[in-house]
């Protein structure tokens, strides 16, 4: 194939899925499909929509933590597909956190499905639980956001997280629609940005003022800021209140 020539996410996605025997490629409102079971948090929430294949290694590349002692946490996992990516990477451990039942448990089959001695990462687990509450596992943290909920719950994650505790986070938020609030918490610095999303860093605890002064400062930057507000139109995974694009919602994947 001519190396100008993109495939698309969604048949990028798709040969995934084949390869490896998963359903992950879909786009599923949740409003329709367990809304009952999720609670207040559902008026906060995007859709289901997976990350698209080769992102996630593009964000991990600006991640300044060491893989190997740090767990990766989805935050909003879906049926699973950046968990998988993730646990291909020699993460200590990996975690996806979702709040919707049906969207877990295609998860759970996704994982059972998969050939393990593909995934470098042998702890992974999926947890149905929402964000806004989640206890974090204990140790250094990358944290994933594919633009999962607005700044209501953002914020309580951002603070559950700034909370004291000797170690270092890396919050990889990919189409940061809400990143002023990422940029607005003092515990928080940007230190990377491209064209799918940024990636920020716990300030330490010990120098209050550099969480201040460093604010807004990132030290790799490859595209400008202004690509990623949240007018953008590129937006991949749009709020709730869209649309599904013609012929984006896949009903061989969609749970009955
Ligand atoms: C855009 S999808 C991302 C899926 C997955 N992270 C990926 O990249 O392939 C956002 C997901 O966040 C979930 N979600 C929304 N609000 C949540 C919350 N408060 N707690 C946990 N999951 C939530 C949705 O159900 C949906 O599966």
Request: some cysteine; glycine content about 6%; proline content about 9%.
């Amino acid at each position: 194939m001519p190396s100008h020539v993109r495939i698309s996410g969604r048949r990028a996605g798709q040969r995934f899925d084949a390869e490896r025997n998963v359903a992950t490629e879909a786009l599923l409102f949740l409003g329709e499909l367990d809304p009952e079971a999720i609670g207040p948090s559902i008026v906060h929430a995007t859709h289901y929509e997976p990350t698209p294949v080769g992102d996630l290694d593009a964000l991990l590349a600006h991640v300044p933590l060491a893989l190997e002692r740090t767990t990766f946490v989805d935050l909003g996992s879906g049926m699973g597909r950046a968990v998988l990516l993730a646990a291909s990477r020699p993460f200590r451990q990996v975690v996806g956190v979702e709040i919707s039942p049906a969207l877990h448990a295609i998860a759970r089959d996704n994982l059972a499905a998969i050939d393990r001695s593909s995934l470098r990462c042998r702890d992974v687990r999926l947890v149905r639980d929402d964000a806004a509450t989640y206890a974090f596992p204990r140790g250094d943290l990358v944290v994933y956001l594919f633009n999962p909920f607005d700044g209501a719950i953002l914020v309580r994650v951002l603070d559950a997280l700034a909370k004291p505790a000797r170690r270092d986070v890396a919050l990889v938020y990919h189409t940061p629609v809400e990143r002023a609030i990422v940029e607005d918490h003092p515990a928080f610095e940007l230190v990377a940005e491209i064209a799918l999303g940024a990636v920020y860093r716990l300030v330490a605890r010990s120098d209050p003022a550099a969480a201040g002064a460093s604010r807004h400062k990132a030290s790799i930057v490859t595209r400008p800021s202004s690509m990623l507000a949240p007018h953008v139109t590129r937006t991949p995974c749009q709020p709730k209140r869209s649309q599904p694009r013609p012929g984006n919602v896949d009903p061989n994947t969609a749970p009955t």
